[in-house]
């Protein structure tokens, strides 16, 4: 996107404000979809959780994707934004027995990561068929955070647990219609990802019925210049042809399930922000955002690197600074920072802002949450109004009689 549209979408809408590129969004889906041209049947679910703006949604339905959701809200989000019941997977994580029953009444694929609700679900629902979620001990990404393949998370069905896996499917006689692993949120390495791959193909083996095994999701972006990211094309050939070989050997053509939520999103995202206040210190130069980590906690959270562009003086010299935000705690953006020569009042725009940005806001420090704005074919629509008061108050229940003012005291003389 062009600098001076951003600009002129923080004047119209406000800011802080979220912008989305409708064009990035759909060339991503395309790569992906392209990288994967030699499998049959390729299926990516968009993972709701990324971006849950119902245009975002019917953009993707739009495009030919189903969803992955992980909870029964975003369930009930894609199906108010047109997905059939088929096309979305719902693949929680601790949820309870009744939500996963609640899922699968509405008719959405289930996707189960443990023994117990496996065991449950299948005595009461033997006739549902179900996906299960395997984790192959695998490291993907180097930040444990974000890794939830190894022997640690509280992901997934271990792979040592297989023989009880058969004993629960055999004893309920259900059906299991797909095999599933996400194993992180970075996959640096092709051949990990392959190697995790193996394990999920033995792994089916042991199903006559499957339909589809999902590979999950991991695909790196760049968020700054000289970053790795997944090597789509290379991983396409690669799987995609390993798939292949798998579907002659199981005797039936399967789908290859994809849930990627950050590549689809995550560099069509530009979060916009002014700088209220430049603050020389003893020891550096602050830049303070009107935002925080109420609105973009990546950085605080992850240590997540996003780039920082001053779009109101890219021509201008450049300077270190760190930029901050308005909350009254510590909650820095980025520390020593290149950045053009910044004054108050200018418009920063924090590139990669798509992915886990809006969907993780809060009202810390009763504040609003910001805008969302959809650039598309040339024109800013909004898609999110800025909250208002109205909005912080709406739940709170105002005990209006049971505490009164203390009274001054009267003093007589
Ligand atoms: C979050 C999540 C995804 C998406 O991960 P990205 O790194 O954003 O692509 C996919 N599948 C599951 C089960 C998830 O929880």
Request: hydrophobic share 40%; proline share 3%; charged share 25%.
């Amino acid at each position: 996107m062009k600098h001076n549209d951003l600009l002129k979408i923080a004047k119209t809408y406000g800011d802080p404000v979220y912008v989305y590129d409708s064009e990035k969004i759909i060339s991503q889906y395309k790569r992906l979809t392209n990288a994967f041209k030699n499998v049959n049947q390729l299926r990516l679910n968009y993972a709701v959780k990324a971006l849950s703006n119902i245009n975002i949604l019917k953009l993707m339905n739009s495009l030919g994707s189903g969803l992955d959701t992980v909870s029964i809200q975003e369930v009930k989000l894609g199906l108010l934004a047109g997905y059939k019941p088929e096309s979305i997977i719902f693949t929680p994580n601790g949820v309870s027995l009744e939500e996963i029953e609640e899922a699968a009444a509405l008719g959405v694929n289930i996707n189960i990561d443990n023994l117990s609700i496996l065991e449950q679900f299948g005595g009461k629902h033997p006739d549902i068929p179900v996906c299960i979620r395997i984790n192959p001990h695998v490291m993907a990404g180097g930040n444990s955070n974000i890794s939830v393949g190894h022997i640690d998370s509280k992901f997934g069905i271990s792979i040592h647990q297989i023989p009880h896996l058969l004993r629960i499917v055999e004893l309920t006689k259900m059906n299991i219609n797909g095999i599933h692993m996400h194993t992180g949120s970075d996959i640096l390495d092709i051949d990990v990802f392959l190697y995790a791959s193996e394990i999920l193909f033995e792994t089916a083996k042991n199903f006559k019925n499957l339909e589809f095994i999902d590979f999950g999701s991991g695909f790196k972006v760049p968020y700054k210049t000289g970053d790795i990211e997944t090597n789509i094309e290379e991983l396409g050939k690669k799987l995609g042809s390993r798939f292949t070989a798998f579907c002659k050997e199981y005797g039936r053509d399967l789908t290859l399930a994809f849930e990627p939520g950050k590549f689809l999103v995550s560099e069509a995202g530009h979060f916009l922000a002014k700088v209220n206040v430049v603050k020389q210190t003893t020891s550096t130069v602050f830049a303070s955002v009107d935002s925080g980590f109420n609105h973009l906690i990546r950085p605080m959270l992850y240590g997540a690197s996003h780039e920082i562009v001053n779009i109101s003086n890219t021509g201008g010299k450049e300077r270190y600074y760190s930029v901050v935000g308005y909350i009254c705690e510590t909650d820095t953006f980025a520390s020593n920072r290149r950045i053009n020569e910044i004054a108050e009042g200018d418009i920063l725009c924090f590139k990669n802002a798509g992915a886990y940005c809006f969907t993780m806001a809060s009202n810390y420090n009763s504040r609003f949450r910001p805008a969302e704005v959809l650039w598309h074919e040339g024109r800013a629509i909004l898609i999110r109004e800025r909250e208002t008061f109205d909005d912080l108050i709406r739940n709170q229940v105002d005990l209006k009689d049971l505490f009164v003012p203390k009274k001054e005291k009267v003093h007589q003389d």
